[in-house]
Each structure stands twice: as structure tokens, then as C-alpha cells.
């Protein structure tokens, strides 16, 4: 059974399906913005906060410890967790704001800071813009094929990667993205890499040493979150919007969902969704058993495509008053 989890800046939402959907709240309080599951223990999910570090559950999310002691900073922006079934599988790593990224392979009972990532050339022109002072990890990506390979989103500046688990790296390439928000990998395809980018789309077939950018009728550039058919490495979703300025608050949000597949430019894919004004840019979810399933959350609750992101349908759960009033952060899909 496929559950879901969905950080909002309220709580943790799950979403857990029976004879009718039922909802929990966790993490009253404490703005979860990040969160991971194990795919060697699929129970066991991690979740990062702002500005109270990293949460672990052993339960499927009934109950949480704190497991953030050695992260030099409690802002936890992004987190994730190896997915290649060998001495690499279940390390965890985490991000945080100023930009710094940490791994533990005893399940976040310690930590080690991975410095050699803040001695990157590029790293003098990292900047988050709405704060120029600072910048932050917004996402990890750990690839399912390649033990120890994984790439690291800064916010804003580069998309690099490592090879060894962190120890080394390789930064950011010429023709590359700039400002990743979300990126992707898949085990049918070594190699790709997807980027949804504040400029634009971004495609890596060579794991990161180069990319191109298609855009065809992609008429909403500022990209937030992507995903790909679990069944089908050329099917991909993007949710976008002209700017930030309508991409995250509801209050004056406008967004919009687009697919691809091979052969086809992107075109819009908003069946079933609510109307792009007033919705913020949807984050996504798949799981691995599911084929041609996607999931995506908003303010609006959460949607489900059965045919690989054409059309959408809204699952049918009784949310809390209030938890989407200022948007959604994150969305993972785990089974049971």
C-alpha cells in the first residue's frame, strides 16, 4: 500500500490509504521543508526542518526522533538517502542553509561534514537572491546506479556532483544549470540526469559532464519540481511558472503542469488540476512498484495520474483546515 508524505510549512502530512484516505500530523511547528526515505528500509523516513535539524522515523512516520546532532546548522534544506544496494545503501545526506553537506552511514546516529564541497571554484559566486548574504543545498540527488555518485543542487549557483560519496567533486559545467530546484535520476537510465531550474529545463545523458537545455513549447521557464515515469526513463512532468513571485504563495500564484515524452516537445497536462491561477507549483512523487503513476501536491491537496501525467485526479482526503495556506515544500510517495 502507497502512502504519502507531504511537508508543509504547518506540519508533516501523511496520507495513508484504507477503506478511506486518513491523515496525520506531525512535526506541529517545526517547518518541515525536506524529507527522504530509506529504499533499503522503506519504513524509515527522514525529514529536515527549519531551523530544528533532522527528524528520523523507524515507523513509517508514527513516531520521530531528532537525529541531527553534528550538522553544523538546524536549517536541514534538503536530504537524501543512497539507493544502490551495496555498501552505499541507506547513507544519508543532509543539507543545510549557509550551504553545507554532511553524510552519515550509521542512519544519522553521526555525521560527517563533507568540506571539500565549499572548496569548489564556483562556490565564491554562490547567492540566494531574496538573501544575497547566504545560500543553501535545495537537493540531493543520490544516483540509483553508480554507488557513491550524487549531485548536490546549490541555491543559487551551480548543480555539481561527486563520485565518492562526497569526498571529492566535480563543479559546475558550462551549459549547465544555474538555479535547480528539484533533479531526477532513473534505473533504466545510467547516466540521465533531469533538472527543474529557476532557468529552465535541463537535460545530463553523460552524468553531468554536459547538458542541453529543450524548451520547446515549455512557455513557463521557472521550473519547480520534476519527475519521471518510474516505468518509462523519456516521460517526464514539470510543474513551472513565469517567476517566483508566482510560483510558491497561493495568494498570487499561477502554475502550470507540463509533460514530455520522446519524440514530443513538452505541452501542458492540467486536466483534472485546478485552474493555474491561484495554484503554486505542484511538487511531485512516483514510486518504483507503480509504472506510469505520478503523484503531485499543491494547495490544493493531492492529485494522481494512472496514465503517466496526461490527466489528474484528485485524491479524495480530508486535509486539516489551513495546512496548504502557505503552499507545500516537498512530497514523497513510500509503501507499507
Not at 540531493?140 to 548536490?152: F, H, Q, R
Not at 553523460?206 to 518509462?232: C, I, K, N, Q, T
Request: no cysteine; charged share 20%; proline share 7%.
Amino acid at each position: 500500500m502507497i502512502s504519502l508524505a507531504v511537508a508543509t510549512r504547518e506540519a508533516l502530512l501523511i496520507a495513508r490509504q484504507g477503506t478511506a484516505w486518513s491523515v496525520e500530523q506531525h512535526l506541529k511547528g517545526r517547518a518541515p521543508e525536506s524529507i527522504a526515505v530509506d529504499p533499503s528500509d522503506p519504513v524509515r523516513l527522514y525529514v529536515g526542518t527549519w531551523g530544528t535539524g533532522l527528524w528520523r522515523s523507524s515507523d513509517a512516520g508514527r513516531s520521530w526522533e531528532p537525529v541531527g546532532v553534528g550538522i553544523p546548522h538546524d536549517e536541514i534544506t534538503a536530504v537524501a538517502v543512497g539507493r544502490v544496494q551495496d555498501l552505499h545503501s541507506g547513507v544519508v545526506y543532509a543539507g543545510t542553509e549557509p550551504s553545507t553537506l554532511s553524510r552519515s552511514e550509521n542512519g544519522g546516529e553521526s555525521w560527517q561534514e563533507l568540506t571539500a564541497l565549499l572548496e569548489l571554484p564556483s562556490s565564491p559566486s554562490w547567492s540566494f537572491p531574496p538573501k544575497p548574504e547566504t545560500h543553501h543545498v535545495r537537493w540531493i540527488e543520490t544516483d540509483p546506479n553508480s554507488a557513491g555518485k550524487l549531485y548536490v543542487a546549490i541555491e543559487a549557483g551551480a548543480l555539481v556532483r561527486s563520485l565518492d560519496g562526497g569526498e571529492t567533486w566535480h563543479d559546475h559545467v558550462r551549459g549547465g544549470p544555474i538555479d535547480t530546484h528539484t533533479a531526477a535520476t532513473h534505473r533504466e537510465a545510467s547516466g540521465r540526469l533531469y533538472s527543474a531550474a529557476g532557468d529552465g529545463y535541463f537535460e545530463s545523458h553523460d552524468g553531468g559532464e554536459s547538458w542541453f537545455r529543450p524548451m520547446d513549447r515549455l512557455r513557463h521557464g521557472y521550473l519547480v519540481g520534476v519527475a519521471v515515469d518510474p516505468g518509462d526513463p523519456d516521460t517526464v512532468v514539470v510543474s513551472g511558472a513565469s517567476g517566483p513571485y508566482v510560483a510558491y504563495r497561493p495568494s498570487n500564484a499561477e502554475a502550470y503542469l507540463y509533460r514530455k515524452t520522446v519524440g514530443h516537445p513538452f505541452e501542458l497536462a492540467m486536466e483534472g488540476l485546478p485552474d493555474a491561477r491561484g495554484t503554486v507549483a505542484s511538487r511531485f512523487a512516483t514510486h518504483p512498484d507503480e509504472p506510469g503513476v505520478f503523484y503531485a501536491a499543491n494547495n490544493y491537496g493531492l492529485f494522481r495520474s494512472q496514465d503517466a501525467g496526461r490527466s489528474w485526479k484528485a485524491l479524495k482526503i480530508a486535509w486539516p483546515d489551513g495546512v496548504f495556506e502557505r503552499g507545500v515544500d516537498a512530497l514523497v510517495a513510500f509503501a507499507e
